[in-house]
C-alpha cells in the first residue's frame, strides 16, 4: 500500500474513533451530569463540612464558618454516644449477618431442589418481604411486637406472659435483628439459588459415586464453588446492616435509652439538630468503616485461584 494511501487510512480511523467517543461520551453525559449534581458535590461537601464548625445557623454564610481540622472527629472519638451506636451497630452485623446468610442458604438448597412450580411459589414467598416498603413492613411488626400484640396474644394462650419487646431494653435490638433478617432473607437466597444452579451436577454426581454423604459433598464442593457468590452476599448484606435506619426509625426511635441507636439514626439525629460539621464527620467515618469491612471480607471469603 503507497505510503499516501496508509497515512489516508490512519487518518480516517482516527477521525471515526474520536466520533465514536464523542457519541460515547454523549450518551454518558446525562449520567455524569446527574451523578456530579446528585453525588460527587454533596459528597465532596460534606466532606469539606466535616472539617468546619457548620451549624444551622451558619447556612446564609456558610463561606464563614470555622475550619476546626479533625476536632470533630476527636470530638466523636469522645462522644460516648457515637461509641455507644458503633457498638450497637457491630452487634447488629455480627449476629446478624451470619445469621441471615445460614437461613439464606438454607432456603436456597431447599429451593435448588423439588418440584419446579411449587419452588417458584416459595421463592415468590420468601422474597414479598424484600419488595414490600421497609416503613409499611416496619409498621406491621411494630403492632406484632407491642405489649398487647399479636405475639404476646399468641404466647398468652400458653400461659406465657411476654415483655413488652420494643420499650426493653434486653428485647428491643433483637427483635429489630428478627426482623430485619426476615425481611432481608430473600435477597441472599436467590442470589444463593443462582450461585447453586451454576454448579456442575457432573461433580456432585462423580462424588456420590465415590462414596460421598450430601454433607460432604455441601462441605468439599458446594461451599468452595459458592465462595464468589458468597462473598457477594456477604458484601452488600454487610453495606445494608452497617447503615440500618429505617428499621430503628419507625419501630423504636433508638430507644429505649439507646439500646437501638445505630450509627446512621446518630447522623441523622446530628443534622436534625443542626450539627452539620460533626453528623459529616460521623457519616464519613460510617464510610471508612464500611470500607474496611468490605475490604475484609474480600480478602476472607476471595477465591484461592
Partial sequence: MPARQQRSSEDSGKVLRRRQTLLAWGFALPFVVIFCVFMLVPLLSSMAMSFTDITSRDLRTPFNVNVVGIDQYLALAK????????????????????????????????????????????????????VASVVAVSMVWRYILQSDGLLNSILSVFGVQGPDWLHDTRFALPALMVMTIWRNTGTLMIIFLAGLQSIPTELKEAAAIDGAGKWRIFRSITLPLMRPTILLGAVLLSVAYLQFFEESFVMTQGGPLDSTLSAAYYVYQKFGFGQ????????????????????????????ED
Fill in 79 to 130: 462522644d460516648p454516644r457515637f461509641l455507644h451506636s458503633l457498638t450497637v451497630t457491630g452487634i447488629f452485623v455480627i449476629v446478624g449477618l451470619p445469621i441471615t446468610i445460614a437461613i439464606a442458604m438454607a432456603l436456597a438448597v431447599a429451593l435448588n431442589k423439588g418440584s419446579r412450580h411449587l419452588n417458584a411459589f416459595f421463592r415468590a414467598l420468601y422474597y414479598a418481604p424484600v
Fill in 276 to 303: 452539620y460539621g460533626i453528623a459529616s464527620a460521623a457519616s464519613w467515618v460510617l464510610f471508612a468503616i464500611i470500607a474496611a469491612v468490605s475490604v475484609l471480607q474480600f480478602r476472607v471469603l476471595k477465591s
